[in-house]
């Protein structure tokens, strides 16, 4: 091996060791010293991609690890904030909560927090664990939702009640009596997980010790081509006079616009098992996704066998998007079809590790209370969302795997089949288990083993199709359970190519279809290259180096968003002109919001750029906020809103900033708190970074800097800020002090994308300048200090 790949062995702990392993990482400080390197799209060898790519998990790893650890104590940091606790009518020993988001904390879901009350020593109380769940429709802006569970006390085999005040929380509770409810400060202290990292670092294991079977696929993963992969026909594994006949009710059905079509014949004659798709926004990616897989969904009926497909997405929201999408699909061209159902199994809130690993602790704790929880929702009509709120049918838990195991069970009564009687001592334990009676250790192990049953009969016996997170997809239960003949990932460019690992090495080759647009976000990383030497490695989504090595792939044009105002904007900043809009995105609300703009503004279009030239930036706590940005956008909303065609779930409010995020926060909370009528706390304020996917008829996007564009440099950032807006979008910014901040060839070049929506803007004379926000408006907002000052 020449002396230029040989220096990568340097980064293992022996030459004869050149692969990652947990337990067999070198340390931190026995690593070359190395200036940051820039992203490589090939490797020479193995050890230069495990370096390269493994390392950048590394050193990922460590710096997320040490970002939640005090450097005193060398514990995980404690966080003081506000909590409400709840409980559901149908069971009121069962809790959950919403609690504060604090500063510098992101709650993702399945984040696991250790909770007691502040001013009690740790000594003094039990603590409880809340797992961060979706968000309910009743929870305020600024705060999460979490999961409550049971703490286990083996010393006396006990459960630990939560002591604090509960509201019980119903289809009749209403906002006023949530915002009444008193809030208790807690100590909040996170649970890092470390196995998300472990898995990727054994699949890459697995992949190294397994070289030859997976020799194809190391090409790949070195050559970033599948010039080597044979052809292959994805339906061709497919009975094909079945296929044939239901081509025709797909085509039908899925009203496949020519791309999709395109895309869809793709699949028969593919570069081996990988499908590449480019779905740029409004262009229905995650639909052409679902839709190409029924054929499959479709032969499992008619023949009674079993395809399995596999769906992973980055995030549990998607999941839970994805796993809705994917039953309507099924009903709507499948139906009833005699007693055979396509069974959509989401897989969320999954414990790490095999439950029957460590008998009744965490792992086994979690399912049972995830149980207690999905029961309990089906019978208090608890849900995330108004609207399946008011239809009472828990349609948010029906597709999860808590909801299967406890309809396969018995616990959940089924029209058409008794409870089975194999199951009868597990509803006894399980009974005992939610009326928080005391369970003995044999009851305890045999409990343990009922649910690792339960859980692979669902996965392995029932389910059609699992959808769920790679974490979640590489869950050793559901490795050993499943044998999917299609996995499907949607918005891959989302995914580091260390988060691909797991689903290679436990799926391939298994035919993989990517589904994604490497020109919005980019992998969420948090650390910089000051800490990680390959951070602009773990930058590089798999699907992004896929496609720019030059592999097949079909782009889909025909987007079905945006109003053409919006869309001519992002189609010639970002996709070349590629886009087509469909006929849809001229639709009756645009051309109410086009000619309400003309009255109020003087422009007769669905696309503006409000001038803030007052405008002012304040730091707080390393983040940015703009006080007088978030009073046009406030005044923005009352004027919408006011007009009584739409109400506050119709507008979504973008900020690229923490600190920003927190001031539309305090705000819309004193404008709700001094008039009810326009329900503005309703009204949803969200990050760019959690908005990929999301979609609103209105959007206004707070650019909330003047100086210097700061996170706009991103150009994938700017992309997903101005492509998310239906038939309406309102950009809040400062023209003149934004123009005046780029003027370096350095700052050109960094905010060359910037600068040109900017020019477009102007030439299409697009630009709103000196607009009356209101006397009103500007007093409230624009005192320093204290919010809402009287």
């Known amino acids: 091996m020449p002396e230029s790949v040989n220096r990568w062995h340097a980064w293992f702990t022996s030459p004869a060791k050149p692969y990652l392993r947990t337990g067999e990482l070198r340390a931190a400080n026995s690593r070359p010293k190395i200036e940051t390197q820039r992203k490589k799209t090939t490797f020479a060898c193995r050890e230069e991609y495990t370096v390269c790519v493994g390392f950048s998990l590394v050193f990922e790893h460590e710096?997320?690890?040490?970002?939640?650890?005090?450097?005193?104590?060398?514990?995980?940091?404690?966080?003081?904030?506000?909590?409400?606790?709840?409980?559901?009518?149908?069971?009121?020993?069962?809790?959950?909560?919403?609690?504060?988001?604090?500063?510098?904390?992101?709650f993702k879901d399945d984040d696991n927090f250790d909770v007691r009350p502040s001013g009690v020593r740790s000594n003094q109380?039990?603590?409880?664990?809340?797992v961060i769940i979706e968000k309910h429709h009743l929870c305020p802006n600024g705060w999460g939702t979490a999961r409550i569970s049971q703490s286990w006390n083996p010393k006396n085999s006990q459960f630990s009640s939560p002591r604090y005040t509960s509201l019980v929380l119903n289809e009749n509770t209403t906002l006023i009596e949530v915002e009444r409810h008193p809030a208790q400060?807690?100590?909040?202290?996170?649970?890092l997980s470390p196995r998300p990292f472990e898995q990727q670092i054994n699949a890459m294991y697995r992949i190294y010790d397994h070289r030859e079977s997976f020799k194809d696929l190391w090409k790949m993963l070195l050559s970033g081509s599948f010039g080597h992969f044979h052809s292959l026909n994805l339906c061709g594994k497919l009975r094909q006079?079945?296929?044939?006949?239901?081509?025709?009710?797909?085509?039908?059905?899925?009203?496949?616009?020519?791309?999709?079509?395109?895309?869809?014949?793709?699949?028969?004659?593919?570069?081996?098992?990988?499908?590449?798709?480019?779905?740029?926004?409004?262009?229905?990616k995650t639909y052409?996704?679902?839709?190409?897989?029924?054929?499959?969904?479709?032969?499992?009926?008619?023949?009674?066998?079993?395809h399995q497909i596999l769906i992973a997405t980055p995030t549990n929201d998607g999941v839970c998007r994805t796993a809705k999408d994917t039953h309507e699909a099924c009903l709507g061209i499948f139906g009833h079809k005699g007693s055979r159902q396509v069974a959509v199994v989401r897989v969320q809130h999954l414990p790490g590790s095999d439950p029957k690993s460590s008998p009744f602790e965490r792992d086994a704790l979690e399912i049972l209370n995830n149980m207690v929880f999905t029961e309990a929702v089906l019978n208090s009509g608890f849900s995330a969302t108004p609207e399946s709120h008011q239809r009472k049918a828990g349609s948010d838990v029906e597709l999860t795997y808590a909801h299967w195991m406890l309809r396969l069970s018995g616990i959940v009564p089924e029209a058409d089949r008794k409870p089975?009687?194999?199951?009868?001592?597990?509803?006894?334990?399980?009974?005992m288990f939610r009326n928080r009676t005391s369970l003995d250790?044999?009851?305890?192990?045999?409990?343990?083993?009922?649910?690792?049953?339960?859980?692979?009969t669902v996965l392995q016996m029932m389910a059609d199709v699992i959808v769920c997170t790679p974490f979640t997809a590489s869950h050793p239960t559901i490795v050993s359970a499943i044998k999917p003949a299609v996995v499907g990932i949607d918005e891959a460019a989302k995914f580091t190519e260390p988060e691909m690992w797991p689903i290679l090495a436990n799926y391939y080759p298994s035919s993989i279809l990517m589904a994604g647009d490497h020109?919005?976000?980019?992998?969420?990383?948090?650390?910089?290259?000051?800490?990680?030497?390959?951070?602009?490695?773990?930058?590089?989504?798999?699907?992004?180096?896929?496609?720019?090595?030059?592999?097949?792939?079909?782009?889909?044009?025909?987007?079905?968003?945006?109003?053409?105002?919006?869309?001519?904007?992002?189609?010639?900043?970002?996709?070349?002109?590629?886009?087509?809009?469909?006929?849809s995105t001229s639709n009756e609300t645009a051309s109410f919001l086009r000619e309400f703009n003309k009255r109020r503004f003087g422009v007769e279009t669905n696309l503006l750029f409000l001038d803030i030239s007052c405008s002012e930036v304040e730091i707080e706590n390393h983040s940015k906020k703009n006080r007088h940005h978030a009073a046009a956008a406030i005044a923005l909303c009352k004027e919408l809103l006011g007009l009584k065609r739409f109400s506050p779930k119709d507008i979504v409010i973008l900020v690229p900033y923490e600190a920003q995020f927190r001031t539309y926060v305090k705000f819309l909370a004193l404008e709700h708190r001094s008039d009810h009528s326009l329900d503005l706390d309703k009204l949803s304020v969200r990050k760019i970074d959690s908005f990929q996917g999301g979609e609103s008829p209105i959007v206004i996007f707070d650019m909330t800097v003047t100086t210097h564009a700061g996170f706009l440099d991103d150009k994938t950032r700017l992309n997903v800020a101005l492509s998310r807006a239906k038939n309406a979008l309102y950009i809040v910014g400062n023209m003149i002090a934004m123009r005046s901040s780029i003027w370096s060839d350095e700052y050109q070049q960094r905010y060359a994308k910037l600068t040109q929506v900017l020019d477009h803007i102007e030439v299409a004379k697009l630009c709103v300048r000196d607009w009356k926000l209101g006397e009103s408006a500007k007093k409230r907002f624009s005192t320093r200090g204290t919010i809402g000052r009287r």
């Open 63 to 106: 710096y997320a690890t040490h970002q939640t650890v005090d450097a005193e104590t060398k514990e995980s940091k404690e966080i003081r904030t506000p909590m409400k606790m709840f409980t559901l009518p149908s069971n009121n020993k069962f809790h959950f909560a919403y609690i504060q988001i604090p500063e510098h904390v992101g």
């Open 241 to 284: 006079d079945l296929f044939q006949s239901f081509q025709e009710r797909l085509s039908r059905f899925a009203q496949f616009n020519s791309r999709q079509q395109e895309a869809f014949r793709h699949l028969h004659e593919l570069s081996g098992p990988f499908a590449l798709i480019q779905g740029p926004p409004g262009t229905g």
């Open 420 to 431: 089975d009687n194999k199951y009868k001592s597990f509803r006894k334990s399980f009974e």
């Open 288 to 306: 052409w996704l679902l839709r190409c897989l029924l054929p499959f969904l479709n032969e499992n009926i008619e023949t009674n066998t079993k």
């Open 125 to 130: 109380f039990s603590e409880v664990r809340a």
């Open 185 to 191: 400060y807690v100590l909040l202290k996170q649970h």
């Open 519 to 583: 020109y919005q976000l980019r992998p969420t990383v948090t650390s910089s290259s000051q800490i990680n030497p390959f951070v602009y490695q773990l930058h590089l989504s798999l699907f992004k180096r896929l496609i720019n090595g030059g592999n097949a792939s079909v782009m889909l044009e025909v987007q079905h968003r945006m109003h053409p105002d919006i869309s001519k904007l992002v189609n010639r900043q970002f996709y070349h002109n590629k886009l087509t809009d469909h006929e």
């Open 441 to 456: 250790r044999r009851r305890q192990v045999k409990l343990c083993g009922d649910i690792d049953t339960l859980l692979r």
